[in-house]
């Protein structure tokens, strides 16, 4: 919380897998806003990380 106090709440993971250029990291970035907006969130935590993914 903004003023320091910690809060314990349910959370949820949402995976997705996407190319890095521009047009994504806005796509991103809207979904976040969205987000935090939807459910008053202060902060949504989001980790990049470099995969390689197939469908066989």
């Known amino acids: ?5 910690i809060v314990r709440e349910p959370s ?3 995976e997705l897998v996407h190319e890095d250029d ?3 990291e ?3 970035r809207a979904i ?3 987000y935090k907006t ?3 969130q202060e ?3 989001r980790i ?3 995969s390689c993914v197939s469908f066989d």
């Open 1 to 5: 919380m903004a003023d320091g106090s």
């Open 12 to 14: 949820n993971v949402l």
């Open 22 to 24: 521009a047009a994504s």
């Open 26 to 28: 806005t796509a991103v």
């Open 32 to 34: 976040i806003d969205t």
């Open 38 to 40: 939807q459910f008053q």
């Open 43 to 45: 902060a949504v935590l």
């Open 48 to 50: 990049r990380a470099e």
